[in-house]
């Protein structure tokens, strides 16, 4: 395996030249055709700087761990994640993901915190514990920094609040005149951090109106669910839902239509996430259309967390939310 | 910050010891009760293993890179995405995810190769070049793996070909009696590498048959998009369309029934992944269902690779495809 050294020879610097250019490092002045060599050298021998090797030398890494989403992302949270990755990559980190799926949340932050990052965005979903939070910073961690629905003592929280979803759509109900809303549980396992505020944002919403009722109602996502459910529609008294998201909307909608359910007439039915394919129904599906700040921001807030790493837990709630009113309410 | 030598003390074992257990030596036996008083030690000073550290000493390393995907993941992919890194760390591998969004592919692989991984899982999608696998195979990584549709010199590849979903559309479409078939190609940027070989495979359908043309549409994800192109739908005389996908294809099928053009009548429309709401439409969506092999499978190939790292490239064609014919051809 080629190294340094070797580099440096058939350049004709010094290994700590190699080292700069290679390391991009800015303080140090290495002129055009210098680091052209350099370059040039260590393509030709195929080296590459070793990470953790530079890592143990500084004393300190520049990797920030990401959490691994164990759900297929959508467009808008896949899109800020990218966003996020490329930011923080210009801010000189190493950007690296790493999943969680089957382990707790201890076992995640210690496997985590063997990778020494130098910071760590975890999901706020409650795998990271104080617990988890403290065996990060023990390791070197100089910000954890939480992106999700959740909070954890001694971790920043970047949050999305998903009660805000909730509230937005129940407002937007009553709005309609409609006051005996049934709010959508999906049954799919790992939803949970995401329905439970939800539900609770839009109970929240209806809290002053003492006509207003909320009915959580469990789905699955596939078509016999949702004719179990529409099956008996009728006895349960509404005049509208809060279907989760666009998907579930979207089925709990064709279901009702097959089962001769006037919507909006008889009941009002309610997405979120804006699909596309919301649109593509009759009626067209009225939605809850979220809002997240650029990925640039985040990671200014990331790198500003790892460089005063003795500063108090900072909260920043991000998610904007918005109804968009179709056909279906 | 705790060290191995603080825990060795408190547990009263040697520093051999506290290795063997927290790095789950699995060829030394070590007994429970003594494990036991390790791990509570680890636990109350708060340390971890060094991964890099424990790499730079044996000389290699466990970490097996997988790409970040650039674009919303699709259910099926995430599962089997989910399952192959669960797959992975029960092998005793560490599995992070890197990104490479906005690098060319020689960045792109310097910068896995700074990591030092013992293999790599790239995208095969074009980014990694035979370059690329030279670089990182010269860097310590026992396999190289391309994930994805494309193979690449020098590198083992576990292929999703495309070009199956494209034939599968296209006999499909043939058996139902279409001759002038119309292609979707996605204007989104990314989609190339799919959207290319499914054409290519359509047209390899239609080889034989000298009555059939196959005509490319140009589409964006928007319904605007999708208005333009079926303002000009009878000029072009197409009598079906492969939609690249069922997203693609619930847009186009709308915008097909909102200018009046009966569908399958006049038109058949094909999508592919058997979304569950492409069955929602009326008339339900046809479309071409996938298969991947599980995550545990892949897993095992990734070993065997990294214990033959001297096995000559292999090639794994992975991707199942089945018709599944619907009302909407």
Tied chains: 1, 2.
Excluded at 240 to 247: L, Q, T
Excluded at 318 to 326: D, H, K, M, S, W
Aim: aromatic residues 4%; contains cysteine.
């Amino acid at each position: 395996m080629p190294t340094s050294a070797d580099v440096a020879r058939l350049a004709g610097v010094s290994r700590a030249t190699v080292s700069y250019v290679l390391n991009n490092a800015t303080a140090v002045r290495i002129s055009e055709p210098t680091r052209q060599r350099v370059q040039e050298a260590a393509d030709e021998l195929g080296y590459v700087p070793h990470a953790a090797a530079r890592s143990l030398r500084a004393g300190h890494s520049r990797m920030v761990l990401m959490p691994t989403p164990t759900m297929p992302m959508g467009a808008l949270y896949s899109h800020v994640f990218n966003e996020l990755q490329w930011a923080l990559r210009r801010l000189d980190y190493t950007v690296v993901q790493f999943g969680s799926l089957g382990m707790s949340g201890d076992e995640a932050a210690r496997a985590w915190a063997e990778l020494r990052p130098v910071a760590v965005l975890a999901p706020g979903d409650g795998t990271l514990t104080p617990r988890g939070v403290h065996v990060l910073k023990r390791s070197g961690a100089k910000a954890v920094v939480t992106l999700g629905p959740q909070r954890v003592e001694g971790a920043h929280a970047l949050l999305m609040d998903q009660r805000a979803v909730g509230r937005c759509a129940g407002a937007h109900l009553l709005d309609r005149g409609r006051t005996r809303i049934g709010v959508v549980v999906p049954r799919e396992p790992g939803y949970e951090t995401f329905s439970a505020p939800r539900l609770a944002g839009l109970r929240a919403a209806t809290e002053t109106r003492a006509d207003a009722r909320v009915v959580p109602l469990e789905l699955g996502y596939d078509e016999p669910s949702a004719a179990e459910l529409v099956a008996r529609w009728r006895q349960l008294g509404l005049d509208s839902v809060f279907a989760y998201n666009d998907e579930y909307a979207m089925l709990l909608l064709r279901a009702l239509q097959d089962a001769g359910v006037d919507v909006p007439g008889e009941t009002a039915v309610m997405g979120a996430d804006d699909l596309l394919l919301g649109r593509l129904l009759r009626p067209r599906l009225s939605t809850v259309r979220m809002e997240l700040p650029s990925g640039q921001r985040l990671a200014e807030l990331v790198d500003r967390a790892v460089r005063d790493p003795a500063g108090a837990p900072e909260v920043h709630p991000l998610l904007g939310t918005e109804a968009v009113p179709r056909e279906s309410t």
